[in-house]
Structures are given as C-alpha cells and as structure tokens.
C-alpha cells in the first residue's frame, strides 16, 4: 500500500478540508433529494438562453465565443474550418502535391477512398482544391511532399522511415482516437511509445490542430440558405412514443463507466441498446446505417473516453444525422458549446444521478413546448457528417490536401507529444457518493 508522508499541520488541514467535503456533499444529497430535476433543469435551461443580435450572431464563428488564446493556436486551415475564415485564392496549377499513406493506407482505403462500398471515389470530388495525389507506395517516399502516418497501428519508431529524410518533407501523425485509446496495441495502463521529434503536424479531431479532422461540423446557415422552420410536429409524430432512449455500439469497453451509468439508467426509464454491446442487432455498424435507430426522439451519445473535443459519430451521425437528441457523456459541456448548435444537446453531468436525467426526459417528453427548444438550432445552422462512416462522404484526404495548401509551412515539431496530446485532457469519468452524479477529474 502507497504511503504518503505528511507533517501533522498538514494532516489537520485536510482532515478539515475532507469534514468540509463530505458536510457539503451531503447537504447538495439532501437539497438535490428535495428539489430532484427541477431545480437542475431550470439552471440548464436558463444558461441556454441567448440573444440573438441579428445575423451578426451567425456570422464567422463568433457563436463559438472562442478565447483569443485559442484562436492564436489554430492553423489557417482550422481558421477556415471553424472561422468562416475565406479560403485563400491560389494558383491550383502551379504545384502538385504528393501525399503518402505510410504502411496503412490500404487498411483505411475502404472508409476513404470506397465508403463501404465496392466502388471507388474521387477524394478531392467536393475538395476547395483537387492539387493532390495519394499514395500507398513506399517507394514514393523520396517524392512525397506529405507523410502521414496513422499512430493507431504502429508500435515503436522502428515502423518509421529508416533512410535519410527529406527536410522539406511534412510528416503527420494521424489520430482519430482519445489520448487513451491512441494506439491499438497498447492500453492506457502501459507506457506508451515515444514518438517525440519525429513529427511536424498533427492530423486529429482537434480544432488547434495543424489539420483539423473533426468527425463532423457545425456550419451557421445563411439568411439564403435557412429553409422554411422546422417542423417539430411532424419529427415528433416520425419518431417513437413507447420507447424514448436508444444507444448503438460495438466497443464494449471504456475508461469513464459510460456502461455502469447505462445500467443504472435503464431502471428507471427504458433504453433500447443496438449493435455489439446490446440486445439488438444492426449487423455491419459502422459499415451500413443502423435504420432501427433513426426513430427514437433521444440518443444516448456515451463516448468511451471522456476527452476534451472528443466527439464521434456517435453524435455526429447517431443523433444529428437521425435528428434525435443527443444525451452525451464525453468532454465537457464549456467545450461541446464551442463545437455544437446552441441547446443542441443533454449532457450527464448536469443531472444529479441517472435517476434525475431519467426523470427529465419523461418530464421533456411530456411538455413539447420544451422539447422543442432542443430542436430550434435546426433553424439557424446544420451538421454535416465528415468520417466516412455508413457510406457516407469523408473529408480525410481533401483536409490533408488544403492543409497544404493554405498552412504556414514554415518548420515546426513535437518535441513533446506526451504534452501537446496527450497529457492533461481527459477526466476518469463518472462516479456517484452518496447517489449523487461525481465527474472526476
């Protein structure tokens, strides 16, 4: 057993400071008790009322009420992405660009380049620019202008290029996967390799990244391209009345008890779970849609790790995509409100314990006036969906390409990975003392 060592002013101290923690606590178990979802629910509602000034709100991220600190970080294609930042003109023809897939590409061929599907398609068919080849050859390496290289696979720095480097060459490391589920053939319980020095960009889900590559986006609409109002009574007729909450996956693992909080919120309200870790079926996730999850007015969006801007299409796609509600457990709500429609979305750590995010969404099913408001942003902005997953378009290599040509290209590298990526960004999850919801850091 690990003993700390402390001198006895010091033990006083935090003999006092945990009396106080457990005092405190128990006063918030009993208010909570008395008050239940109501008191949570006007807070949650209350922080989500916005004025709008004009389309002035709408307009070039500014929604977002993104920090200048965080700004400062984000290359000229994240400033694009998430700014409305105008692309840059550029002379197309004036420079190809060879981008290789070091070792992997053919392992991620049939989500980028075949969407699931037997035929190929054009990478760069919707891409601002269409400059770029992709190769799988490892023989390219001397004429590469890019290497990307998808860390999930790799398992020490010996799977790098062994011959003398290019300087002028651009070498990315690619992650889609939380800093705790980083590399396939290593757990967060052991040390991880160490790639320090190697690379020059960053290829994440990341806004600061060197090339953002976000599962999805949020995009504000236009006074041209806003459509006639929602429809909430017609969406509310679509979708089920007997069974409000529905949850699709196949990793049946995960770092932040996303399954023991399920458990505890199936006892008091019915939860209709698909794929691998449930009772029905939707063969081929992620390859084809799980139709049978389209009609539920709330999904539950339980990431496995809860990691900041770590959103996947378990939100992008299971939920905005099939217009239901997202219920997120994953990185924080300050975080989600700079990535996501304004009162898009529910998330766990507002509610006392699942019996309270139980009862509110009985509670929303039975007010429509309410519900509804989870549903205005459809007015004022849309999602699209940018993975590749169940067929659909994947922005992989058209990010890679405009990266190239609208980035700085000026040299840089990590030095220091274990800092930029994955130290200090995730929380251990949820907890409960005493039946009241624990987020622990």
């Known amino acids: 057993m690990l003993c700390i060592k402390t001198e006895p002013h010091k033990r006083k101290t935090f003999l006092i400071v945990f009396i106080f923690s457990v005092f405190s606590t128990t006063i918030m178990y009993i208010f909570y008790l008395k008050e239940g979802h109501k008191h949570v629910r006007e807070i949650f509602t209350k ?27 984000f290359s000229e294609l994240g400033k694009i992405l998430f700014l409305d930042k105008e692309y840059p003109k550029i002379n197309t023809s004036a420079k190809n660009y060879t981008i290789l897939v070091w070792k992997y590409g053919p392992a991620v061929h049939g989500r980028h380049i075949k969407r699931y ?10 891409c601002s620019v269409k400059n770029c080849i992709i190769t799988y050859k490892d023989e390219d390496l001397v004429i590469a202008d890019l ?11 010996y799977q790098l290029p062994q011959t003398k480097r290019n300087p002028n060459q651009i070498w990315t490391f690619v992650t889609e996967e939380s800093p705790l589920h980083s ?24 806004m600061d990244s060197d090339i953002p590559m976000p599962y999805g986006r949020t995009i504000s609409l236009t006074k041209e391209k806003k459509n006639k109002k929602f429809n909430f009574e017609e969406w509310n007729k679509s979708k089920r009345q007997d069974a409000l909450l529905v949850n699709v996956n196949s990793f049946c693992r995960a770092a932040n008890n996303r399954w023991v909080y399920l458990e505890q919120l199936q006892k008091y309200i019915t939860v209709h779970r698909y794929g691998r870790c449930g009772r029905y079926k939707c063969p081929g996730y992620v390859e084809k849609k799980c139709l049978a999850a389209f009609r539920y007015k709330f999904y539950l969006a339980f990431e496995n790790s809860n990691c900041d801007e770590y959103i996947t299409e378990k939100l992008w796609w299971n939920s905005f995509e099939t217009k239901s509600v997202p219920i997120i457990m994953g990185t924080t709500p300050e975080i989600l409100n700079q990535i996501l429609p304004p009162h898009s979305y529910i998330h766990v750590n507002d509610y006392v314990n699942p019996r309270d995010l139980a009862d509110y ?19 004022h902005f849309k999602t699209i969906n940018e993975h590749g997953y169940f067929q659909s378009k994947s922005a992989h290599y058209c990010r890679v390409c405009e990266a190239l040509n609208y980035n700085n290209k000026k040299k840089k590298v990590y030095n220091d990975l274990n800092k930029s990526w994955f130290k200090n960004q995730c929380q251990k999850g949820w907890s409960t003392f005493f039946g009241v919801n624990v987020v622990l850091n």
């Open 47 to 73: 922080s989500f009322e916005h004025h709008l000034e004009g389309d002035e709100y709408y307009k070039h991220g500014r929604w977002r009420n993104l920090s200048r600190q965080q700004i400062a970080k």
């Open 361 to 379: 969404i009985i509670h929303l099913n039975n007010t429509p006036s309410e519900l509804e408001k989870y549903l205005e942003w459809r007015n």
């Open 147 to 157: 290497v990307v290289f998808q860390i999930l696979y790799m398992l020490g720095t």
């Open 183 to 206: 590399f396939m053939h290593f757990t967060r319980y052991q040390p991880y390799p160490c790639f320090d020095g190697f690379f020059n960009w960053s290829m994440t889900y990341r």
């Open 117 to 126: 599907s037997n035929t190929s398609f054009d990478p760069f068919e919707e």
